[in-house]
């Protein structure tokens, strides 16, 4: 009998306990389209099933795990279908929330014609192979840490090259993957290219054994600014007319509190202060008004059609909207940061001028952080209670905040060009494969 490699066994086990686990799979995903995680008549992708014929000629085949992600690359397909206007394009990602993006932003794009959306399989080894050999790719695209060994093993068995894209390792991740070298350097030694978002995350992944690897810089930098509907931007603007505002964005559970006590300690000394709450996840709208409303202050949903009040909170409890707020705010606290989720990305509200600061739980986001912090564009707050102290001179002072909004911008646009950078590469891969 054959013997398994270090990096074989592992993988072996894998494919073996998601072949076992496929029943269960099945069952959890009837129960996430139940819970609206999945859209039920398209379950059949998450096994591998397409009706759909492949199209003719050369199809790239990227993949992003969610909304960031997904955000990230939008410029990418516009430069991949701008070079390579005969090309397909297939996008796979692994959430709802995700295809509700595309459904607006491609449009928008001009893309929808050329790009088709479907949602990754999950890691069965029968189901990834089925989702390869339908498609028939001729690049393989994974962003920044989608490193799924049964979807890798069936590029590689189909000879489709593999590049990691915007690739990132926390110091955290790395010292985990240490432990199963062999895998590590199975998993990432197959991959044609990585382009790796800064020399950090680049110097982890060559050391767990990414052979062909390049720091060209972090595609987020490169997104286009969040859109806005501009003519409801004009409504909001004039209801709020001179209110003094300033916007919590992308707060999770245990960041709500933080943002309504600011509002209170400081509504006094500005009259009429507007607070507006956009929640990570839009589902909590209802719990975050319950809690201003407990607390004595004036509150209004957006999913609701709800105007923002004369002064108090204004939950934005809708889907694909941060963007329209970051503009009427031009005052931002970026939420993932008072709790450990690592931040959100504080590049959205940089790209659209916004004076800005995050907490100190920023692992996800630590080179952008760096990098606005350098600029003096974004301030690092210790705690919760430092946030009020943070927002009163900047609530008072337009023009000092106008120019923090502009130094974040000068930040945010500084790799511009890393879009078309990135889709010449891949497609060289790709036509040199066919």
């Known amino acids: 009998m054959r013997r398994l490699s270090v990096g074989r066994l592992p993988r072996a086990v894998w494919a073996g306990a998601a072949t076992l686990a496929a029943p269960a799979l099945r069952l959890l995903l009837r129960r996430r389209a139940w819970r609206g995680k999945e859209i039920a008549a398209r379950l059949g992708e998450?096994?591998?099933?397409?009706?759909t014929p492949r199209p003719a000629g050369m199809l790239l085949w990227l993949h992003t795990a969610s909304v960031g992600e997904t955000v990230s690359i939008l410029p990418v397909l516009e430069r991949l279908a701008a070079r390579a206007p005969r090309a397909s394009l297939l996008l796979t990602t692994g959430t709802v929330t995700s295809a509700a993006l595309l459904a607006r932003r491609l449009p928008e794009l001009g893309l929808e014609q050329r790009v088709l959306h479907r949602f990754v399989p999950l890691d069965v080894p029968a189901w990834t192979r089925r989702f390869v050999d339908h498609w028939q790719p001729d690049l393989a695209c994974f962003v920044e840490s989608e490193l799924w060994p049964n979807l890798l093993a069936a590029c590689r068995a189909a000879g489709v090259p593999?590049?990691?894209?915007?690739?990132?390792?926390?110091?955290?991740?790395?010292?985990?993957?240490?432990?199963?070298?062999?895998?590590?350097?199975?998993?990432l030694g197959g991959f044609a290219l990585v382009l790796a978002r800064s020399a950090e995350d680049a110097a982890r992944l060559a050391a767990l054994g990414a052979a062909r690897v390049e720091a060209?810089?972090?595609l987020k930098f490169a997104a286009p600014?969040?859109?806005?509907?501009?003519?409801?931007?004009?409504?909001?603007?004039?209801?709020?007319?001179?209110?003094?505002?300033w916007l919590a964005a992308s707060l999770h559970a245990g960041e709500d509190e933080a943002a309504l006590a600011a509002h209170?300690?400081?509504?006094?000394?500005?009259?009429?202060?507007?607070?507006?709450?956009?929640?990570?996840?839009p589902e909590r709208g209802a719990a975050i008004a319950a809690l201003a409303a407990?607390?004595?202050?004036?509150?209004?949903?957006?999913?609701?059609?709800?105007?923002?009040?004369?002064?108090?909170?204004?939950?934005?409890?809708?889907?694909?909207?941060?963007?329209?707020f970051y503009r009427l705010a031009g005052l931002a606290f970026i939420g993932g940061s008072l709790v450990p989720r690592g931040g959100q990305n504080p590049l959205e509200g940089a790209r659209l001028g916004c004076a800005l600061a995050i907490g100190p739980r920023v692992e996800n986001f630590t080179e952008a952080v760096?990098?606005?912090?350098?600029?003096?564009?974004?301030?690092?707050?210790?705690?919760?209670?430092?946030l009020p102290a943070w927002l009163a001179p900047l609530l008072g002072d337009p023009p000092r905040r106008a120019a923090l909004g502009e130094a974040a911008r000068a930040?945010?646009?500084?790799?511009?060009?890393?879009?078309?950078?990135?889709?010449?590469?891949?497609?060289?891969?790709?036509r040199g494969a066919r």
């Open 46 to 51: 998450r096994r591998g099933i397409d009706p």
């Open 162 to 187: 593999t590049v990691l894209l915007n690739a990132r390792l926390s110091a955290r991740s790395f010292a985990a993957w240490r432990r199963a070298p062999g895998l590590a350097r199975a998993l």
């Open 216 to 218: 060209p810089g972090d």
């Open 225 to 245: 600014p969040l859109p806005a509907d501009p003519d409801e931007l004009a409504r909001l603007d004039a209801i709020l007319g001179a209110r003094p505002r």
């Open 264 to 281: 209170a300690a400081l509504a006094g000394r500005f009259p009429g202060l507007v607070t507006l709450i956009v929640p990570r996840h």
């Open 294 to 324: 407990n607390a004595g202050l004036a509150v209004t949903r957006r999913a609701e059609g709800a105007a923002p009040p004369a002064g108090g909170i204004h939950v934005a409890d809708t889907l694909g909207e941060l963007g329209l």
């Open 370 to 386: 760096a990098t606005l912090e350098a600029a003096g564009a974004i301030a690092r707050l210790a705690d919760a209670a430092a």
């Open 411 to 430: 930040v945010a646009t500084r790799w511009a060009a890393l879009p078309d950078q990135s889709a010449a590469a891949l497609l060289a891969l790709a």
